[in-house]
């Protein structure tokens, strides 16, 4: 619940007291920011065109209330930088608004949230497989690593009077760095940027290109803080959770898909153009063995990671595209589910109600009631 800010001069003083003589232990206590199940509102602040009432009627009470009842604890909720900024910087103030709504919104149905900054103008992830990055300059702009400080105080301005136990920052999404160092090294500029303002919010980092597992290994994280949750992303293997996406190379794939095993029979293969047999060829796609053991391998690096800092470790993405074989996507599924439970990862779904979600917004009902009792089985 928001704080309530009083007038009375004594108690801003005592307020500017309290802050100035802030000792370590107030500093470095950890937060209760405990997740567990929870999934991402993404296509409605973030990746949408949606405006106006369209937006506004996009995302309401009742799917807060909903994913309580389901059992879910906790929200992802992305936000692009294009609609709560205009070019010049200014705040674009609907979009202020629903996201402050939808907050109080997780509070009032006992769900955490976590923000997460998912698309800026000076990153955007998918610019380097769309072929024109030229527009990503983060990693080698002082001017773009400002703007993106900037953004965060702003944010923080407006959401710091949340509780720390009801809130996190993800601060960026995705990072797709040419070398690892320089999203290490601006880490430890946001890092420090926000603490100055927020001693104790919980931060969620993630590991660079693409939040890659494979990258965790290469991640450097600010010592001594306890309040920071580890974030990857998974969706491999590919070929089946993004069977048929028409924005990924490997969705033009049109053989079957056999999974647990080996992914790609010869005859398939041989089916397919040299286009495509090249992406299944560099993926091992047809020699090999995809199972609970291979996501096992997969999510070994991020385990270490998060068990070398002590910190928890979050799926912030994973999930299969809609129109994947049902029972394919199931078997996947309760495999990941195993891997995460094994180990005391925390995860968000991709997503709620776009096109891998389980939510038909439009027709108000499920759309994948099966997927539904997976992810909320007990």
């Excluded at 773009?144 to 702003?154: A, G």
């Excluded at 926000?194 to 991640?219: A, C, D, F, H």
């Excluded at 994973?318 to 990941?336: I, N, S």
């Amino acid at each position: 619940m928001k704080k309530t800010f009083f007038s009375l001069a004594i108690v801003a003083v005592s307020m500017l007291v309290l802050t100035a003589c802030s000792t370590k232990s107030e500093t470095t206590e950890v937060n209760n920011f405990r997740i567990n199940r929870g999934t991402n509102l993404s296509h409605w602040l973030s990746q949408s065109e949606e405006r106006g009432e369209a937006r506004r009627q996009h995302i309401q009470e009742d799917d807060f209330e909903r994913l309580e009842q389901l059992g879910f604890d906790f929200v992802r909720l992305p936000i692009d930088e294009v609609q709560f900024w205009d070019e010049e910087g200014n705040k674009l103030p609907e979009a202020w608004d629903l996201m402050i709504n939808a907050i109080n919104l997780a509070e009032k149905h006992h769900l955490r949230t976590i923000v997460d900054l998912h698309i800026i103008r000076s990153h955007y992830f998918n610019a380097v497989n769309e072929g024109d990055d030229s527009g990503n300059t983060l990693f080698t702009s002082e001017k773009s690593q400002k703007d993106l400080i900037n953004m965060w105080y702003q944010l923080s301005d407006v959401l710091k009077g949340y509780s720390n136990d009801s809130v996190a920052y993800e601060f960026m999404n995705e990072p797709v760095a040419d070398d690892h160092e320089q999203w290490n090294q601006l880490i430890v500029k946001v890092h420090k940027a926000l603490r100055e303002r927020e001693p104790q919010r919980t931060l969620v980092i993630g590991s660079n290109r693409w939040q890659g597992y494979e990258t965790m290994k290469y991640l450097k994280v600010p010592e001594n803080d306890k309040n920071i949750i580890l974030s990857f992303h998974y969706y491999n293997p590919m070929i089946l959770t993004h069977y048929g996406a028409w924005w990924t190379p490997i969705g033009k794939y049109t053989g079957k898909v056999n999974y647990p095993g080996v992914l790609v029979s010869k005859e398939d293969y041989d089916a397919q153009t040299p286009e495509v047999q090249k992406l299944l060829d560099e993926n091992q796609y047809t020699t090999q063995v995809w199972d609970v053991d291979k996501i096992r391998a997969d999510f070994a690096d991020a385990i270490a990671v998060a068990k070398k800092y002590g910190l928890q470790l979050f799926c912030g993405e994973w999930g299969v595209y809609e129109p994947v074989d049902r029972e394919l996507a199931y078997k996947w599924t309760k495999d990941m589910l195993t891997v995460f439970k094994e180990n005391n990862i925390a995860w968000t779904t991709w997503c709620y109600d776009a096109d891998f979600g389980f939510w038909d917004q439009q027709k108000n009902e499920y759309k994948d009631k099966g997927l539904v009792d997976l992810l909320t089985e007990k």
